[in-house]
């Protein structure tokens, strides 16, 4: 990596008014958490369970949850024990701080995230957008239940018990309003039910604080951290997010510093592109 691109970023971030942070799965590569594409994602690998191979795509839909609960809720339930016994690296704590004691809070986070990692660390709830939800709120398979009822937390939910083997749970999280089975607020794949009012709050904030930037002449730099090729990803080309889910307006004094190990940009743009990971990108960033 040219040492004249990591000089360019670093005095960018410095003489920036805020910062806005996207980040996707490589944030929380260095926690053990292993993305969904790239050299250690999973999303096209055939994935054993029980007697069965399923694709990551396949086993984390709506539908999956539809027709079987018990297997959707057992493989899941894995994967979140995996977040909740992992900690946020180094790289969270190191940003958080230059966050407060350099930008003066000036920051907001979108995130297609679902460990709660950036919260746990200590970053501002308030100024976290989710955009796939995340993994410690809990919905009714009822959308209209959960619009009328609220939310649950993983302080009311236990993962229900699943054989290792077979991945196959039992004892399923009810709803106490009605009579269908818990599952997690998160946006699954072809998820319609997925009930997002409290993130929709969120991301109307982030839009609000963009605006304000834009209105008040402020220098902003967009941090985007681990974000794939996808265009299910947060990834960002010349300031428009890839992603159809979600769009951010037009920043006049804006600068881009994209960090990712893989994919060095491929069209002309103005991003700063830094071939690092989370962890040791950051620490090289923000010191």
Known sequence: MPNNKLKDAKKAIENCDAILIVAGAGMSVDSGIFTYRGNNGIWEKSIKVGNQHYRYSEISSLETWK???????????????????????EGYYTLLNYVKNKKNNNYFICTSNIDNYFERAGFDKDKIYEAHGNMVKYQCMDKKCTSINGLFTDKEIQFPPFDKDTFVAHNLPMCPNCSNVLRPNVSMFGDFNFYEKPYQYIKKRMLNWLNELNEKNKKLVILEIGCGINPHSLRMYNNIPMSKEYKLPKINKSIHIRLNPEEEEKIKSDVLHLNMGAKSGLKSLLS
């Not at 027709?67 to 690296?89: I, R, T, V």
């Open 67 to 89: 027709s079987n609960p018990e297997l959707a809720w057992g493989f899941k339930a894995n994967f979140y024990q995996m977040m909740k016994n992992n900690e946020p690296h």
